[in-house]
């Protein structure tokens, strides 16, 4: 029984060994690319660079400060592309010792043609009078922003639009604050409060009680 079990042994010592070595070749084509993307002109950082392993569904993204970083096998191409700059494919050397390679890769500028645009003026003047009061020009990103953050419309929107989870549990805990501070006693009114009383006597010599044009109000 002990001689037959022996040429198991051997096999599966056999076995483990190539099966080791195997992995560990496996292992040395691997590498890892670290580099920087950046212009072929002016040494500019390129952000937002994809960066695919070809013929491989993996790939990363530069930063943007341009940097990289990929791990892949000796003998792929990278591919590199970017909106306003031509591809480029780099082939990673099967010779490279070591599992670290740097690499700057620099991207070239490409142009576009755009259609042709022809520009006429209006017919008339009657026609530039009625272009001005009725047409509807889209606005851009700066008056869209400077409307979002108007104070009327955020006054509005507060008193309009119903509170969240967070604005609701921050009023309920203040409640409670307010009633922890008073209990077992009838809490003040400030109807009886001097201060009260001078600040709204100060409030109402300085104006703040006056009416005021509200474009976003309805009474407008």
């Known amino acids: 029984m002990r001689m037959k079990f022996i040429p198991y042994c051997f096999i599966l010592i056999f076995f483990f060994f190539v099966t080791g070595i195997a992995s560990a070749q496996n292992t040395s084509g691997i590498i890892q690319i670290n580099g920087v993307t950046m212009t072929a002109d002016s040494l500019r950082a390129v ?36 909106l306003g700059f031509r591809a480029k494919e780099f ?7 070591g599992q670290y390679f740097s690499l700057i890769q620099l991207m070239v500028q490409d142009t576009f043609y755009l259609p042709e645009t022809i520009i006429r003026p209006l017919p008339s003047k009657q026609g530039f009078d009625y272009a001005f009061q009725h047409w509807h020009i889209p606005n851009d990103q700066y008056e869209v922003a400077r409307k979002n953050t108007d104070a009327y419309l955020l006054r509005a929107l507060a008193y309009t639009l119903p509170h969240d989870g967070h604005e609701s549990q921050s009023r309920v805990l203040q409640q409670q604050a307010r009633e922890a501070v008073y209990y077992g006693q009838q809490q003040p009114m400030n109807i009886l409060n001097p201060i009260a009383w001078g600040q709204f006597f100060e409030a109402w010599k300085r104006g703040d009680f006056r009416r005021q044009s509200n474009p976003y109000s309805s009474e407008y």
């Open 47 to 82: 952000p937002d660079v994809v960066i695919l392993v070809k013929n491989k569904n993996r790939g990363v993204e530069s930063e943007y400060t341009g940097v990289f970083s990929i791990v892949c096998y000796k003998g792929d191409t990278l591919d590199f592309t970017c």
């Open 91 to 97: 082939v990673i050397p099967k010779d490279i010792k």
